[in-house]
Nanobody, 131 residues
Framework: QVQVAESGGGLVQPGGSLRLSCVGS????????VSWVRQAPGEELEWVSG????????FYAASLKDRFTISRIKGQDTVYLQMDNLKPEDTAMYYC????????????????????????WGQGTQVTVSS
């Protein structure tokens, strides 16, 4: 079974940047698309971004695509989320999730995010944007 682990969160001032990493283990990780999902305190899960298994296409929530960049190198076990010009409203726990059969287009269209949509989740990495 594939497992994932996130890192790279922390405290950053508004306007700053962070790069999150998601490391996958298990022989099948490279065959799965990967999503980043976040959850702010007291809020529902929010799909942030996704990338194909081969890295050939990237997908973003409309409100974030100008500031966030997802990437992976084909054949490697790490997916990155570069976050620039961070805002206080980006404060959340960020999760890496994989092994889903749901097309990325559905989340872009506003599909309600539930953990059961993915076969594997990480423990999350906290991002706090504050001055």
């Amino acid at each position: 079974q594939v497992q994932v682990a996130e890192s790279g969160g922390g405290l950053v001032q508004p306007g700053g940047s962070l790069r999150l990493s998601c490391v996958g283990s298990g022989s099948t990780f490279r065959h799965y698309g990967v999503s980043w999902v976040r959850q702010a305190p007291g809020e529902e899960l929010e799909w942030v971004s996704g990338i194909y298994a081969d890295g050939s296409q990237q997908f973003y929530a409309a409100s974030l695509k100008d500031r966030f960049t997802i990437s992976r190198i084909k054949g490697q076990d790490t997916v990155y989320l570069q976050m620039d010009n961070l805002k206080p409203e980006d404060t959340a726990m960020y999760y890496c999730a994989t092994a889903s059969k749901v097309p990325f287009s559905e989340w872009i269209a506003g599909r309600v995010v539930t953990r059961s949509d993915w076969g594997s989740w990480g423990q999350g990495t906290q991002v706090t944007v504050s001055s």
